[in-house]
């Protein structure tokens, strides 16, 4: 512990009391800050005996006597500065408190009730403590620093790095120049986490610094995926067995990364036991407390250490301490137990004649003249000054806070929130307040400011232990960490990285990363490191997530579920076997209706082309074709127009077909109805004939044409029937529109087969009857079939089932009505006479209402007529 006083500093004398250094002028104006500092590492439970004059086995700790020379160093900087306290000098006492938290208690409470014990008496009064540095550990810092809070006494330290601290309700009074293990925490996690290591080991001191920092750490790997299969707390002080306990847990564990959050007094216990053990080929992940200790960066450590990493603070580089530091030695104060004891460890030799009883090595006979430019150890060592300007910085924040205190840089007079002091009546709490706000630059360019709880910027340098041509172990910084900076940019790539003691990185994970198509499923009981592989479902795809995500509708997961890829894409084309089938009927059918519409043209003077209603014949024939080819708009990548023409075309080109049938039904009826004797029944004429097709047509092309208008069909994409596949198809826009169109040509197909049922038994020479009640049959059957199939048929078969249904109906036409008429043109000639017509007429006479309407016709005149007879189903020519 460090404490700093500042006073008017007319005359000066150095005084150093065995383990309390003091540097006292005018002890009744003393106005300063104190320190507190381990200056030994004892190795006996019994920490009462360590408390400011400890009589106990130690050896000194040459890491904090630097800390404590630095401090030395900056207060003359400053009591020799010009600018920054001109006339006031800055005091200081040094107190060791041997690793004790009851040490440092002792300590802070007997300075401020004004009782300050030095060596071999007791000094009383109002103690003038004004800010207090310290100390070198954070369980210390927070005793001290809940002593001091409601007295307003700054304590600011260069070493506690508890998150705990930052709590300003708990620690109002606290501040440090090292950054928060909140911080730190944080960035072990995310480096772990870099370098794939998800399934990692933790030690940690069992203290405040271990635990609170430990606690952070596995927060925050939880957040980053990494999980803790062990963590286990150890002191520096514990029983050997439970050291060795600790390192079989290691040894034993399937994790091969250690994340170590120790000090560097618990490192160096657990060190010896891993080397006993011989625990090797793990890596080890650090914090700043040990990171950067040369006296465990060794030759023989390397067999366990190398390759370690871990965070510590930036170096710095601090002009003349190393010239301050090597004019140290006991020619400064030949009476101080301290420089003597330093210089002893030192130099390993004695002051005092080594008696022959004592057991040890012979040592040599100090001189005092021994020259520390020729050893090189952690107290010379100044080619990486990273704690030693926390407490630079330390000493400099309380200079210039004072300072700022002393010429009222803030302007703020009696009535303003702060109250510019005298240098005779300064009072903690006001160089408490001037903390709070405090921001200037060091002269190596460093700003110095801290933020509402005290804590500094966090920026850290990533350490790797690397070995140099010679073999030893350097630290080689690889990367950086600025807390500042936005979350993403805090951590920035790492530069020739060797991990473990070799460029290989190692592995470490409970469980291998699932391969591309597979998803992790947790282990009941386990960490959520540890997991399963299961597959992704059919759509889904993982790749480099542990989960499997499902693709968007127009896209499905390939062969092994690692990428989504565009559906496939299902239609009825012409591409297709089915397709080129269905076409090629469709162009067969066309053809064959051509075929025979020349032949009925070629002998269209026939008799029995004339008694087939030539006209009508034609006509029928004509929608015949359209009909077979008005498939083919059914087949071929859905657009717009296609969606809107295959509808309304089939409903167009059918009821003029069955317009024309049932034309040729009724004319067949009509004919012999108006043969029958007293029968009034209007005659047949051709007009007529015409304007009942053209109606019943009409009639179609206005049920299409609204249902164009109000609710067209069009292509839709249908990704319900099948996941895996995306079904182009066109969607009927109308329902009502379609059935509409569909019963239409229903009813015109049941009044034909009604019609011609009823005439099936006239003449032979009209079985045109019998033929059309045969199509109609077939057609209805058809279309019948048609609409179950319809409705189950998936994807492209829809379409092919429509389509099917309009080829068979119009085969069934063409063959039934147009078949035999063609059979008798080309392979019965000589039954297309007139004579073999109307001698088929008088064998059915007798038997019939033709034969007597043609008889009762010569009574009358004495003429024989037959025109009468083929009033509509005989041209008149005949």
């Known amino acids: 512990m460090w404490v700093l006083r500042a006073f008017w500093a007319e005359g000066e004398e150095s005084l150093y009391y065995n383990h309390k250094i003091q540097r006292r002028t005018k002890p009744d104006n003393e106005i300063g800050p104190w320190s507190f500092l381990q200056f030994h590492i004892f190795y006996q439970t019994n920490l009462m005996q360590c408390f400011l004059f400890p009589f106990c086995f ?27 306290l001109p006339n006031i000098s800055i005091g200081y006492r040094i107190y060791d408190s041997c690793g004790s938290t009851l040490s440092s208690m002792r300590a802070v409470m007997a300075l401020m009730n004004g009782q300050e014990r030095t060596v071999g008496k007791t000094c009383s009064g109002q103690s003038a403590v004004h800010a207090i ?65 998800t399934w990692v080991g933790a030690v940690r001191s069992d203290n405040a610094y271990g635990n609170n920092g430990m606690a952070t750490f596995m927060e925050a790997a939880g957040l980053e995926g990494v999980c803790i299969e062990y963590s286990e707390a150890i002191l520096w002080n514990n029983p050997r067995e439970q050291i060795a306990r600790v390192v079989e847990v290691i040894s034993r564990a399937s994790s091969k990364v250690v994340v170590a959050f120790l000090s560097q007094w618990e490192m160096d216990v657990l060190l010896e036991e891993a080397l006993a053990q011989n625990l090797t080929g793990l890596q080890w992940v650090g914090s700043e407390s040990w990171i950067t200790i040369d006296r465990l960066a060794t ?34 104060d030949p009476n101080n137990t301290l420089l003597r004891e330093f210089w002893e460890i030192t130099f390993s030799c004695r002051f005092s004649p080594q008696q022959e009883k004592e057991s040890g090595p012979r040592q040599s006979q100090c001189s005092g003249s021994e020259r520390l430019e020729e050893i090189i150890n952690p107290f010379t060592d100044t080619s990486a000054l990273r704690f030693s300007n926390n407490v630079y910085k330390a000493v400099y924040a309380v200079a210039h806070s004072i300072h700022d205190l002393l010429t009222c840089r803030y302007g703020e007079g009696q009535g303003g929130n702060r109250n510019c002091a005298h240098r005779d ?87 291998d990363s699932c391969l591309p198509g597979y998803r992790q499923a947790e282990i009941k009981g386990m960490p959520v490191c540890c997991f399963s592989c299961i597959p992704c479902a059919a759509g889904e795809i993982s790749n480099l997530t542990a989960k499997c995500t499902q693709c968007s509708l ?84 859905p657009s717009e ?44 004429s051709i007009p007529l004939q015409r304007i009942s097709v053209f109606s019943c047509t009409l009639l179609q092309v206005v049920i299409c044409v609204l249902w164009l208008a109000l609710a067209p069909s069009v292509p839709v994409k249908n990704t319900a029937h099948a996941t895996e596949k995306v079904i182009l198809e066109c969607d009927v826009g109308s329902a009502i529109g379609f059935w509409a169109v569909l019963g239409y040509i229903g009813f015109l197909a049941l009044l034909c087969f009604v019609l011609a049922f009823l005439a099936r038994k006239l003449p032979d020479n009209f079985s045109e009857a019998k033929f059309i009640t045969f199509s109609m049959l077939i057609f209805c059957a058809v279309w019948i079939t048609f609409i179950p199939a319809y409705v189950s048929s998936p994807g492209k078969f829809t379409v092919a089932v429509e389509i099917f249904a309009i080829l068979a109906s119009s085969f069934g036409l063409l063959f039934c009505i147009f078949g035999p008429k063609c ?38 005149d004495g003429r024989i007529r037959p025109q009468h007879i083929d009033y509509c189903s005989i041209d008149t020519g005949g």
């Open 58 to 84: 130690r050896s000194m700790n040459l890491i904090d006597f630097h800390l404590a020379q630095t401090m030395i160093f900056a207060i003359e900087e400053i009591n020799n500065s010009s600018s920054l």
């Open 133 to 197: 540095i310290g100390a070198s550990d954070s369980s210390s810092t927070i005793v001290m620093s809940r002593s001091t809070g409601a007295f307003q006494i700054p304590v600011i330290s260069h070493f506690a790095t508890c998150a705990c601290l930052s709590n300003r309700k708990e620690f109002p009074s606290f501040f440090r120049t090292i950054p928060s293990d909140f911080y730190q925490s944080r960035a072990l996690a995310q480096l772990v986490k870099y370098f794939g290591w």
């Open 299 to 332: 030759r023989r450590s390397s067999a366990v250490l190398s390759g370690t990493l871990g965070f510590t603070i930036s170096k710095s580089k601090i002009p003349g301490l190393r010239e301050f530091l090597l004019r140290v030695g006991p020619a400064q």
């Open 425 to 511: 009546s300064i009072e903690p709490g006001q160089v408490l307040r001037y903390l709070r706000d405090l921001n200037f630059t060091m002269k190596s360019g460093e700003r110095v400011y801290f933020d509402e709880n005290g804590d500094p910027t966090a920026i850290y340098e990533l350490v790797n232990w690397q070995r140099d041509q010679a073999g030893e172990t350097v630290f080689v910084t690889v990367g950086n960490y600025n807390a500042s900076l936005p979350k993403g940019d805090q951590f920035n790539e790492l530069n020739d990285c060797v991990t473990n003691g070799f460029n290989t990185r190692p592995r470490s994970v409970c469980s």
């Open 554 to 637: 127009e896209y499905w997961s390939n062969g092994d579920k690692s990428r989504c890829v565009p559906k496939v894409v299902e239609f009825l084309s012409f591409d297709e076997t089915m397709g080129i089938l269905l076409a090629a009927i469709s162009l067969v059918g066309a053809c064959l209706t051509i075929v025979v519409s020349l032949v009925f043209f070629s002998f269209r003077e026939t008799p029995i082309v004339k008694a087939s209603n030539s006209e009508l014949s034609f006509l029928l024939l004509f929608s015949l074709t359209l009909c077979f080819l008005c498939s083919l708009t059914f087949i071929g990548r």
């Open 641 to 684: 127009w296609s969606c809107m023409l295959r509808h309304t075309a089939f409903g167009i080109t059918f009821a003029l077909c069955m317009s024309c049938v049932l034309a040729k039904t009724i004319a067949v009826v009509i004919a012999f109805q108006a043969t029958m004797p007293g029968n009034t029944v209007p005659q047949c």
């Open 823 to 860: 059979y008798i043109i080309l392979l019965k000639p000589e039954k297309n006479t007139k004579k073999h017509i109307m001698g088929k007429i008088l064998r059915h006479g007798p038997r019939s209402q033709v034969f007597r309407g043609w008889r009762g016709e010569r009574e009358r």
